[in-house]
């Protein structure tokens, strides 16, 4: 007779690992060198679109000051370019240059890079790839269920 796992158990022990994951992987270093908040403001304007600076710093919950510093290393660079509102020409709003694009996918791309190498390192058998594998999209919709 099989016990079922105690759901509380299993969120526990993912979550743990999870974490350590996420934590190792955001550590890569890639071109460009952002920086955390950098690639944070890029990926949340890449996600939601064009916005506005006090809008990103509502959803990532730091000052307008802060973001405000964040987004201008970023135009400085030319990752991000401000267009006036077409709904308020009062105001701007930002937007990811394609340069900016490629920045977020040099860090995916390196990202990835480590985590293949960690899996074709002889550590993992075949057998242990393709659960891997299985596991990935369980994790997407656990994620989608939060």
Known sequence: MTVDPDPGEVAAVLLASVSVLVRRVRQVP?????????????ALLDRSGPTTSSALAREVQITAQAMGATLGALRDRGLVERRPDPDDGRRAVLLVTEAGRQALRDKRNARAE??????????????ELARLAAAAPLLDRLAQHL
Do not use: D, Y
């Not at 890639?30 to 890029?42: C, K, S, V």
């Not at 480590?114 to 057998?127: D, H, K, N, S, V």
């Open 30 to 42: 890639a071109e460009g060198g952002l920086t955390m908040p950098e690639r944070t403001a890029l």
């Open 114 to 127: 480590l985590i293949a190498r960690a899996l074709t390192g002889g550590e993992f058998t075949p057998a």
